[in-house]
């Protein structure tokens, strides 16, 4: 049993704990949706001074913080007591096109050395790709309505088609960033 | 302590995401390149599993815990907001390799250098609402 849970998980194991995640929020009288959080600091911080957008009383959203806080905690527990340091099994396809573009260890740790390891960070390129990318992630998902956890999760399961839509543009996005800036970017 | 529910409910879901892998630019990749169904089998799952929540929810007038009946709010139809906003949120979701809440389970992880996209996407955010109104919908 436990050597299952140190392993990495199946995707028809964690798919379902993701959906169960989003029913226990819902059965608690609240929403999956992760990406309110940052209007909600932008509120804390004292944004509404700049725009009516972040008027609201951001203390109806601490449960989220809440949520948020726990997903921190989760991140801990998960790589420090429930990880027997698997690589990420990414397909060799993958691997193959990645060492094209200059990555080496594809998989070794969660996250690529040559976007977020401290020599690529600290040079202006790599603190660049960082600052732009964080960036559109927050301008998008809040021009969108959503993000992965409120219109890919929340959204098309409850059938709603602005969520489609927004889907749509995710992978839109996602395709011409993978297919043809990323290549521009490491080579 | 109600508070306390939450914190649990986000530090469940922190951990299904590093275990399925789901935090790893890797696999963000990988779903972009059409190179795995593993994304594709978590996030189909999911929603698969939602979808027959939803319906039983409304068939049954299933109550949440405070015995209102559960009524998922429709999302605003903004096509063009939906559309425009969601492919930025792509060019980003793609080059991170993280989305809104992989973010903050990859700063628990020990990657600190999310910090910096973490703090973007709190900017990014804030520009969206001195924009909005100028911007379409």
Known sequence: ????ILQPWPWYFSGPLIALTMILLVLFGKSFGMSSNLKTICTISGAGKYADFFKFDWKAQKWNLAVV?????????????????????VSENTIKDLSALGFENVGENILPQEIYGWDAVLSLKGMAILVIAGFLVGFGTRYAGGCTSGHAISGLSNL?????????????????????????LFS | ?????????????????????????????????????????IIGSAVAIGVIFFLIVKKLS???????????ADKEKNYKANILGGTIFGFGWALAGACPGPMYILLGTGVFSILIVIAAALLGTFVYGLLKNKLPH
């Open chain 2, 62 to 72: 299933l109550k949440n815990i405070s015995g209102q009946v559960i009524s998922a």
């Open chain 1, 69 to 89: 806080l726990g997903t921190i905690i989760g991140g801990f527990i998960a790589v420090h007591f429930l990880s027997d340091g698997s690589a990420i099994a």
């Open chain 2, 1 to 41: 302590m109600k508070a306390l529910k939450f914190l649990l409910v986000g530090i469940f879901f922190g951990i299904v995401l590093v275990k399925s892998e789901a935090v790893s630019w890797y696999r963000i990749y990988e779903m972009f390149k059409f190179q795995s169904f593993h994304m594709y089998g």
């Open chain 1, 1 to 4: 049993m436990m050597e299952y």
């Open chain 1, 160 to 184: 709603q088609l602005p969520s489609l839509i927004a889907v749509i543009g995710f992978f839109i996005g996602g395709l011409i960033m993978t297919f043809f800036i990323l290549p521009l």
